[in-house]
């Protein structure tokens, strides 16, 4: 089982609305974790970087939050625009030896 | 800065055929992975190297060669390409400083 779960598997929204990923984590220990954007035909592009102290993290229209004690974090996307059409992967990593463990992603389509 | 580069963008093998993928970063990174992608699935780990001369196995490294004899430079090797390694594969660089990785653009495998 993949130590990083994300939801929903898929999403489309319409232009302007904004929409939540979700990512549940088993990972630990837990040192940090990443949210990255990955467009079609392209590689990932991070988004934001959160440790354990931190609980809310902003990029622009993108919000990150983490709750560490029960081991979630979402993805808050404002306004949703044609370009946020991608896929969003969350990545948690091990506290003792940073090793990095990937979500399958949710991909979120926005639709005019 | 180019930051990632990846070739080629596609390639086709047969079953047994050997084949080198390429990737070069020119920010001067230390580190240096190589990951594949495959649906419904997070990247795993295949090599990383944490510096020239210093290659390390990561979760799925049966199948692939790496080596790193310089900062810039860390191709892949297929030695005897299979069906089962069909997938994308992408090619990734941090610096210590750095809190996230920079991903090459990746390049698509098939293996008939």
């Known amino acids: 089982k993949n130590q990083v779960e994300q939801s929903p598997q898929s999403l489309i929204i319409l232009e302007g609305k904004n929409c939540t990923l979700q990512?549940?984590?088993?990972?630990?220990?837990?040192?940090?974790l990443r949210w990255y954007k990955q467009d079609t035909g392209r590689g990932p592009v991070s988004l934001t970087i959160m440790t354990f102290s931190e609980n809310t993290k902003s990029n622009g229209r993108y919000t990150a939050t983490l709750d560490a004690d029960t081991k979630q974090s979402s993805l808050h996307i404002t306004a949703s625009q044609l370009s946020d059409s991608a896929s969003y992967i969350c990545v948690v990593s091990e506290g003792d030896n940073n090793d990095m463990r990937f979500g399958a992603g949710t991909r979120l389509t926005v639709k005019p | 800065n180019a930051g990632v580069t990846q070739t080629p963008k596609f390639q086709v093998l047969k079953t047994g055929q050997s084949m080198t993928l390429q990737c070069a970063q020119d920010m001067n990174h230390e580190y240096m992975s190589w990951y594949r992608q495959d649906p419904g699935m997070g990247l795993r780990l295949i090599h990383y190297?944490?510096?020239?001369?210093?290659?390390d196995q990561g979760e799925v490294p049966n199948g692939y060669n790496v080596s790193r004899s310089t900062t810039e430079d860390f191709p892949l090797r297929l030695l005897s390409a299979a069906p089962s390694q069909t997938s994308v594969y992408f090619c990734?660089?941090?610096?210590?400083?750095?809190?996230?990785?920079?991903f090459g653009s990746g390049t698509q495998l098939s293996v008939l």
């Open positions: 990734a660089s941090s610096s210590p400083s750095s809190e996230k990785l920079f």
């Open positions: 990512c549940n984590y088993t990972v630990s220990p837990f040192s940090n």
């Open positions: 190297s944490v510096g020239a001369g210093i290659t």
